[in-house]
């Protein structure tokens, strides 16, 4: 009977002892300086390596571009995408941390004050030169902010996904 039981035990011991446990990773808050274009300073021109790096919790990593997909980290639970192939930043408007100065939602009329005169205008968008690159804000049927896209490169290089 103690040979069955120590045998018993030993199987269950097995299968139990494979088990490990898995954490679950954590990313600091997110905080966008949109003057100085970067997101605790992770850069546009960042890696992907940087970036999981300092937000472990992404859902996507894409490394390679493909004719139909662009390579970048994204985190579209927290509203913002790291688009590394084309150095810039994508921000949503369900995007969760914190944004200085905070455009979101900001009424286009009121921008020249912070931000100037856009080099390009569009009736969706305007295109700002900036000391790092381009900032690009789309506003809605409402003229507010909805979406924001930091660039390194120029109006004239920039070359953005899906677009």
């Given at each position: 009977m103690k040979i069955l039981l120590l045998f018993f035990i030993t199987i269950m011991s097995a299968f139990t002892g494979k088990a490990q446990l898995k954490t679950t990773p954590v990313?600091?808050?997110?905080?966008?300086?949109?003057?100085?274009?970067?997101?605790?300073?992770?850069?546009?021109?960042?890696?992907?390596?940087?970036?999981?790096?300092?937000?472990?919790?992404?859902?996507?990593?894409?490394?390679?571009?493909?004719?139909?997909?662009?390579?970048?980290?994204?985190?579209?639970?927290?509203?913002?995408?790291?688009?590394?192939?084309?150095?810039?930043?994508?921000?949503?408007?369900?995007?969760?941390?914190?944004?200085?100065?905070?455009?979101?939602?900001?009424?286009?009329n009121s921008l020249f004050a912070t931000l100037g005169y856009p080099k390009i205008k569009d009736v969706t968008w305007d295109a700002f030169q900036t000391e790092y690159g381009t900032l690009i804000l789309y506003y809605d049927k409402a003229g507010k902010i909805n979406k924001i896209q930091i660039s390194s490169k120029s109006t004239d290089t920039i070359k953005l996904c899906g677009q």
């Open positions: 990313c600091p808050p997110f905080s966008v300086d949109i003057l100085d274009g970067n997101v605790n300073k992770i850069y546009a021109k960042s890696t992907w390596g940087e970036i999981t790096n300092q937000f472990p919790c992404y859902t996507q990593l894409i490394e390679k571009d493909s004719a139909s997909v662009c390579a970048g980290v994204f985190y579209p639970d927290k509203g913002i995408y790291f688009y590394t192939d084309r150095d810039y930043i994508e921000i949503h408007d369900n995007f969760k941390g914190k944004m200085v100065p905070h455009l979101l939602g900001v009424n286009r």
